[in-house]
Protein backbone atom coordinates (compact mmCIF):
# COMPACT_ATOMS: atom_id res chain seq x y z
CA UNK A 1 0.00 0.00 0.00
CA UNK A 2 2.90 2.50 0.77
CA UNK A 3 4.50 1.94 -2.58
CA UNK A 4 1.13 2.96 -4.84
CA UNK A 5 0.85 5.85 -2.49
CA UNK A 6 4.33 6.70 -3.41
CA UNK A 7 3.37 6.31 -7.22
CA UNK A 8 0.56 8.30 -6.67
CA UNK A 9 2.13 10.88 -4.79
CA UNK A 10 5.47 10.62 -7.44
CA UNK A 11 2.75 10.82 -10.68
CA UNK A 12 0.86 13.79 -9.33
CA UNK A 13 3.86 15.98 -8.58
CA UNK A 14 4.98 15.22 -12.08
CA UNK A 15 1.51 15.78 -13.48
CA UNK A 16 1.51 18.97 -11.82
CA UNK A 17 5.40 19.70 -13.52
CA UNK A 18 4.27 18.89 -16.63
CA UNK A 19 1.14 21.72 -16.66
CA UNK A 20 3.56 24.38 -15.02
CA UNK A 21 5.96 23.17 -18.09
CA UNK A 22 3.32 23.45 -20.71
CA UNK A 23 1.78 26.80 -19.54
CA UNK A 24 5.37 28.29 -19.74
CA UNK A 25 5.26 26.93 -23.06
CA UNK A 26 1.96 27.97 -24.49
CA UNK A 27 3.34 31.50 -23.15
CA UNK A 28 6.29 31.75 -25.21
CA UNK A 29 3.94 30.50 -27.71
CA UNK A 30 1.53 33.64 -27.35
CA UNK A 31 4.71 36.24 -27.46
CA UNK A 32 4.93 35.51 -30.81
CA UNK A 33 8.52 36.47 -32.18
CA UNK A 34 9.78 33.54 -34.12
CA UNK A 35 12.08 32.43 -31.02
CA UNK A 36 9.90 32.63 -28.80
CA UNK A 37 7.34 30.26 -30.82
CA UNK A 38 10.45 27.75 -31.34
CA UNK A 39 10.83 27.61 -27.99
CA UNK A 40 7.44 27.27 -26.66
CA UNK A 41 7.33 24.40 -29.14
CA UNK A 42 10.61 22.81 -27.61
CA UNK A 43 9.22 23.50 -24.22
CA UNK A 44 5.61 21.99 -25.31
CA UNK A 45 7.38 18.72 -26.29
CA UNK A 46 9.20 17.65 -22.95
CA UNK A 47 5.54 17.48 -20.80
CA UNK A 48 4.48 15.66 -24.36
CA UNK A 49 7.27 13.09 -23.72
CA UNK A 50 6.84 12.60 -20.30
CA UNK A 51 3.02 11.90 -19.78
CA UNK A 52 3.57 9.38 -22.19
CA UNK A 53 6.35 7.54 -20.01
CA UNK A 54 4.47 8.49 -16.69
CA UNK A 55 1.26 6.35 -18.85
CA UNK A 56 3.08 3.70 -20.44
CA UNK A 57 4.62 2.74 -16.97
CA UNK A 58 1.46 3.20 -14.97
CA UNK A 59 0.31 0.81 -17.68
CA UNK A 60 2.77 -1.59 -17.11
CA UNK A 61 2.80 -1.34 -13.37
CA UNK A 62 -1.04 -2.28 -13.71
CA UNK A 63 -1.10 -5.26 -15.96
CA UNK A 64 1.84 -6.57 -13.64
CA UNK A 65 -0.41 -6.05 -10.09
CA UNK A 66 -3.26 -7.61 -12.16
CA UNK A 67 -1.21 -10.74 -12.68
CA UNK A 68 0.40 -10.81 -9.39
CA UNK A 69 -3.42 -10.66 -8.22
CA UNK A 70 -4.10 -13.61 -10.74
CA UNK A 71 -1.14 -15.45 -9.59
CA UNK A 72 -1.63 -15.18 -6.09
CA UNK A 73 -5.55 -16.12 -6.20
CA UNK A 74 -4.13 -19.74 -7.84
CA UNK A 75 -1.69 -19.86 -4.96
CA UNK A 76 1.43 -19.23 -7.69
CA UNK A 77 3.31 -16.89 -6.09
CA UNK A 78 6.83 -16.97 -5.56
CA UNK A 79 7.48 -17.79 -1.25
CA UNK A 80 10.13 -15.72 -0.01
CA UNK A 81 13.09 -18.25 0.55
CA UNK A 82 15.59 -15.93 0.35
CA UNK A 83 18.24 -15.10 3.02
CA UNK A 84 19.13 -11.94 4.47
CA UNK A 85 21.75 -10.10 5.92
CA UNK A 86 21.55 -8.52 9.42
CA UNK A 87 20.57 -5.54 8.11
CA UNK A 88 17.47 -6.64 5.86
CA UNK A 89 19.27 -6.70 2.52
CA UNK A 90 18.92 -9.77 0.03
CA UNK A 91 21.66 -12.16 0.51
CA UNK A 92 23.34 -12.46 -3.42
CA UNK A 93 24.08 -16.09 -2.80
CA UNK A 94 20.72 -16.60 -2.18
CA UNK A 95 19.28 -14.73 -4.89
CA UNK A 96 21.71 -16.65 -7.14
CA UNK A 97 20.23 -19.85 -6.03
CA UNK A 98 17.03 -19.17 -6.16
CA UNK A 99 17.38 -16.90 -9.81
CA UNK A 100 18.89 -20.40 -11.06
CA UNK A 101 16.14 -22.48 -9.77
CA UNK A 102 13.68 -19.90 -11.37
CA UNK A 103 15.40 -19.63 -14.50
CA UNK A 104 15.30 -23.21 -15.05
CA UNK A 105 11.55 -23.59 -14.24
CA UNK A 106 11.36 -20.58 -17.07
CA UNK A 107 13.66 -23.16 -19.84
CA UNK A 108 11.76 -25.87 -18.88
CA UNK A 109 8.05 -24.27 -19.55
CA UNK A 110 8.61 -20.94 -21.84
CA UNK A 111 5.06 -20.66 -22.97
CA UNK A 112 3.51 -20.17 -19.10
CA UNK A 113 3.10 -16.53 -18.20
CA UNK A 114 3.76 -17.10 -14.58
CA UNK A 115 7.05 -18.78 -15.08
CA UNK A 116 8.40 -15.41 -16.51
CA UNK A 117 6.35 -13.59 -13.53
CA UNK A 118 8.44 -15.66 -11.45
CA UNK A 119 11.42 -15.05 -12.98
CA UNK A 120 10.95 -11.56 -13.38
CA UNK A 121 10.50 -11.54 -9.31
CA UNK A 122 13.78 -13.46 -8.94
CA UNK A 123 15.52 -10.70 -11.77
CA UNK A 124 14.29 -8.30 -9.09
CA UNK A 125 15.53 -10.11 -5.99
CA UNK A 126 18.93 -10.03 -7.83
CA UNK A 127 18.36 -6.52 -8.37
CA UNK A 128 18.80 -6.91 -12.22
CA UNK A 129 15.84 -4.44 -13.05
CA UNK A 130 16.40 -4.04 -16.69
CA UNK A 131 15.79 -8.07 -17.23
CA UNK A 132 13.17 -7.77 -14.90
CA UNK A 133 10.99 -5.91 -16.66
CA UNK A 134 11.64 -7.71 -19.71
CA UNK A 135 10.98 -10.75 -18.39
CA UNK A 136 7.52 -9.29 -16.72
CA UNK A 137 6.99 -7.47 -19.99
CA UNK A 138 6.92 -10.95 -21.86
CA UNK A 139 4.66 -12.16 -19.04
CA UNK A 140 2.39 -10.05 -19.52
CA UNK A 141 2.43 -10.62 -23.15
CA UNK A 142 1.95 -14.11 -22.74
CA UNK A 143 -1.01 -13.95 -20.53
CA UNK A 144 -2.47 -11.80 -23.40
CA UNK A 145 -1.95 -13.77 -26.12
CA UNK A 146 0.21 -10.74 -27.88
CA UNK A 147 3.16 -11.26 -30.00
CA UNK A 148 6.02 -11.58 -27.72
CA UNK A 149 8.77 -8.92 -26.98
CA UNK A 150 12.13 -9.46 -28.40
CA UNK A 151 14.55 -11.44 -25.22
Do not use: C
Not at 9 to 32: K, N
Not at 57 to 78: H, I, K, M, S
Not at 117 to 124: D, G, K, N, Q
Request: hydrophobic share 50%.
Amino acid sequence: MRAKITYIVTAAVLVFYFVLVGSRGVLLIQSGTPVTVALGIAVLILPVIGLWFLWKNTQFVRRANQLAAELDAEGGLPVDELKRTPSGRIDRDSADEVFAKRKAETEAAPDDWRTWFRLAVAYHDARDTARARKAMQRAIALHDGKPLPLP
